[in-house]
């Protein structure tokens, strides 16, 4: 039999394959996975809610469903928007299985073979994975404290015409932990209304700021119509639910809905039921507030002991929320090689290389601190500190 074309573009995940050399070592440390606290997971007041839905609506939870999504739960994610300065009606909103479904969902919406995707460089790994069965080319726009490089994009936009899509993650960025600053937000807007092009922006951990003022999102600075959010309840509330959303323009919402049939009819009636209930019954700032205390503390911990324990030579990011922080060696420092010496004292992070749409940077390192106990990162952290002190 004959294999499509698509599938020799297509890469394993960095993250997944890390993660099978940790699960084959009991024990191990993990600061590989992008994976909320355990402890945070609120198991019990799920039990609660799910025997209710059960008991009181059964039928209608393990039946099929619509495929734009729950409707009670639509009608949350439009107040959800409201609260963040984004006019919105049920008619903007696409419920989908994860935010992951909706990048995916957006690759299939704007680009053909051989089109341009533009990103942050590095990117999230699960959208670079979601772009390429679409055989794509990548240009990665380097970032600094305040995002994007514009200048970068407005000379790439010069030369390419066959960009179709935007795709960044400006709130406490998978992988680098940076956010966009408000500047560079509405410059962004300028310059893709100067060249007709859609803003895919994607907003997982924009609940999760430890410190200093919210940012607008794009969307609401967005006067065009031009900006696709992207949101998820995977980091503020249960991961494995799989419950995120789309919000935009109406005439893009119907395309979405269409493709949301194709792939997989709906998403789970049970889970949005789940998380829909949580909010009737929950109040969900409190448990994002329970959320940003418990990895404040461990984003502390984890840069302090960074600080003190590896080389000087290190370089680290500062962020200011969400679940991660990027760490860059000297330059011919190889990463991967350091993860099969890291693994042997049981400790895993990612190599950041696989981050970068067009390759190269193998000396970087991506750290999450929101998975491991504080003692898990005392410990795990101190043995990276000694290794790499050992290595360069």
């Not at 007041?45 to 939870?61: E, H, M, S």
């Not at 919210?214 to 992207?230: F, G, H, Q, S």
């Not at 970087?364 to 504080?374: A, E, F, I, P």
Request: include cysteine.
């Amino acid at each position: 039999m004959k294999l499509s074309t698509r599938l020799s573009v297509m890469k394993p995940s960095a993250i997944r394959e890390t993660g099978k050399q940790i699960a084959a070592r009991p024990g191990c440390m993990s600061f590989a996975a992008g994976l909320p606290s355990p402890q945070l997971i609120p198991v019990e007041k799920v039990r609660k809610i799910t025997d209710k839905i059960l008991k009181k609506k059964g039928a209608i939870a393990l039946q099929y469903g619509p495929t734009k999504g729950h409707e009670p739960l639509i009608e949350k994610i439009v107040k959800i928007m409201e609260e963040k300065n984004v006019t919105a009606t049920r008619e903007n909103i696409q419920i989908t299985t994860g935010s992951q479904q909706a990048i995916f969902f957006s690759a299939m919406m704007f680009v053909n073979k051989g089109d341009t995707v533009i990103t942050e460089n590095p990117s999230y790994l699960g959208a670079l994975a979601a772009f390429r069965p679409f055989e794509c080319n990548f240009k990665g726009i380097d970032v600094d404290e305040d995002g994007m490089k514009l200048d970068e994009l407005e000379a790439v936009l010069e030369k390419d015409n066959n960009v179709k899509m935007i795709y960044v993650v400006p709130n406490f960025s998978n992988p680098t932990g940076r956010t966009w600053s408000l500047e560079r937000r509405k410059k962004l807007l300028e310059i893709a209304g100067e060249y007709d092009l859609p803003i895919v922006e994607d907003n997982p951990y924009g609940e999760i700021r430890f410190e200093g003022e919210d940012i607008p999102t794009i969307k609401a600075l967005d006067k065009e119509n031009r900006v696709i959010y992207l949101g998820s309840f995977s980091k503020i509330f249960c991961a494995g639910l799989r419950v995120g959303w789309i919000c935009a323009d109406k005439n893009l919402i119907n395309k979405y809905e269409i493709m949301k049939q194709g792939a997989d009819l709906q998403s789970n009636q049970l889970a949005q039921m789940q998380v829909d209930e949580f909010l009737n019954e929950y109040d969900m700032e409190e448990q994002i507030k329970e959320i940003i205390k418990v990895y404040k503390v461990k984003r502390d911990l984890m840069c302090r002991l960074i600080d003190e324990k590896f080389p000087k030579t290190v370089k680290r990011t500062d962020p200011k929320g969400g679940m991660f922080l990027w760490i860059e060696f000297p330059n011919g420092v190889d990463a991967s090689k350091l993860l099969q010496k890291a693994l042997e004292l049981n400790v895993g992070f990612v190599p950041g290389g696989p981050f970068y749409p067009n390759g190269g940077h193998e000396n970087t390192v991506r750290l999450n601190y929101s998975n491991m106990s504080q003692e898990q990162i005392v410990e795990g952290i101190g043995l990276l500190g000694e290794l790499f002190s050992r290595e360069f």
